[in-house]
T-cell receptor
């Protein structure tokens, strides 16, 4: 299943770096999501886009900046991160916002040094 | 916010044994989803349930949407080594506001050959 792809799969960055995570969905879905998954914690919803408009921002620090240029692509721009931001970042999509199951990408394992 | 109580947190079983896990909530849900996550990968959707009482199978996996709409169960029959992973339940509630899905904390399954 390659419905949702994410690049890079692994990323190591220093606290002063700027990097971006990319997600692409090939399912024709209208909603896309960013999640953070840390060890021993439930999935944390970060951002939601529906029809390319941001509909939810769950009190995420401004050092994380999402971008959705079209319904198939989603980016997460990272800058001035902290070591506690190290986690698996997952992208997901669903047919519509608040409706239907979400399909996840393989994730980007981020390590902040 | 809403929470899903998923149990057990972890299981160690012998190959060939059947497995049962469940998810409960104090709120009613309209949709129950079950995902499996392998190490270093994103969650993969296993089964989606949309009606109270619904029983759905996917190979050796069977899931049920509880009659009360407050719980769901996942059973795996005749476990094999590749069943190892973390199983997550997720639900969508009419009372969840703008939260698309609520996730459980996962059940970590280990299979001993």
């Amino acid at each position: 299943e390659t419905g949702v792809t994410q690049t890079p799969r692994h990323l190591v960055m220093g606290m002063t770096n700027k990097k971006s995570l990319k997600c692409e969905q090939h399912l024709g879905h209208n909603a896309m999501y960013w999640y953070k998954q840390s060890a021993k914690k439930p999935l944390e919803l970060m951002f939601v886009y529906s029809l390319e408009e941001r509909v939810e921002n769950n009190s995420v620090p401004s050092r994380f900046s999402p971008e959705c240029p079209n319904s198939s692509h989603l980016f997460l721009h990272l800058h001035t991160l902290q070591p506690e931001d190290s986690a698996l970042y997952l992208c997901a999509s669903s047919q519509d916002y608040l409706a239907g199951p979400q399909y996840f990408g393989p994730g980007t394992r981020l390590t902040v040094t | 916010g809403q929470q899903l109580n998923q149990s057990p947190q972890s299981m160690f079983i012998q190959e060939g044994e059947d497995v049962s896990m469940n998810c409960t909530s104090s709120s009613i849900f309209n949709t129950w989803l079950w995902y499996k996550q392998d190490p270093g990968e994103g969650p993969v959707l296993l089964i989606a349930l949309y009606k109270a009482g619904e029983l759905t199978s996917n190979g050796r996996l069977t899931a049920q949407f509880g009659i009360t709409r407050k719980d769901s169960f996942l059973n795996i029959s005749a476990s094999i080594p590749s069943d190892v992973g973390i199983y997550f339940c997720a639900g969508q509630s009419p009372n969840s506001g703008n939260t698309p899905l609520v996730f459980g904390k996962g059940t970590r399954l280990s299979v001993i050959a």
